[in-house]
Nanobody
Framework: QVPIVESGGGLVQPGGSLRLSCTVSEGTFSDAVMAWFRQAPEKEREFVAAITSGGLTMYADVVKGRFTISRDNAKKTVYLHMNSLKPEDTASYYC???????????????WGQGTQVTVSS
């Protein structure tokens, strides 16, 4: 088990911004693909964004242009910068680590506990 800890969630008004952080305390972070997924109540977990060890990024169409994923290998931390937030972005956001970039949750090995993002006026 690789400890993964997310932070930065909260309540924000529509149009607002948040930055999520995810820190991996063990393992070879710099070689890994890091990704964010989200899950709303009674919905399946869905892909949000991923970043490779070389910095290549991939986004879900519904967040492209609004969200940015980045990583700091020295801090073993990946970030999700979320702008122009919408009520439909409300979900628990999960950070995960894997060997290759994929939109499918089954391709990722370890998961954090999630951080709640609520977009509401």
């Amino acid at each position: 088990q690789v400890p993964i800890v997310e932070s930065g969630g909260g309540l924000v008004q529509p149009g607002g911004s948040l930055r999520l952080s995810c820190t991996v305390s063990e393992g070879t972070f710099s070689d890994a693909v890091m990704a964010w997924f989200r899950q709303a109540p009674e919905k399946e977990r869905e892909f949000v964004a991923a970043i490779t060890s070389g910095g290549l990024t991939m986004y879900a169409d519904v967040v492209k242009g609004r969200f940015t994923i980045s990583r700091d290998n020295a801090k073993k931390t990946v970030y999700l910068h979320m702008n122009s937030l919408k009520p439909e972005d409300t979900a628990s956001y999960y950070c995960t680590i894997g060997d290759f970039a994929s939109r499918a949750p089954r391709h990722y090995t370890y998961w954090g506990q999630g951080t709640q993002v609520t977009v509401s006026s």
